[in-house]
């Protein structure tokens, strides 16, 4: 399928990913999630039952698999 970026000539290929989404402050990371990627600018499509798991998976309490180190990358002035 090709890109859907504006003048972009790359074409989309499926690739698992890792997605990372903010929810209710906390940031949740997700290995292993299937999306379309565009070969040329890297522009990811996700589609709607992908989407929908991410969001089960959002709602349900549930142990994480591995916690992931977070750094800041804006560290505050002192
Ligand atoms: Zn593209």
Redesign the pocket.
Known sequence: MK???VG?????EARSIVHTVRHHGRVIVIDHVPAEV??????VLLGPQTIRRIEELLETPSQPAATVPLYEFAVSSR
Do not use: K, M
Not at 8 to 12: K, L
Not at 38 to 43: E, M, N
């Open positions: 890109c859907t970026i972009c000539p790359g074409e989309y565009c070969s040329a600018c890297g522009d």
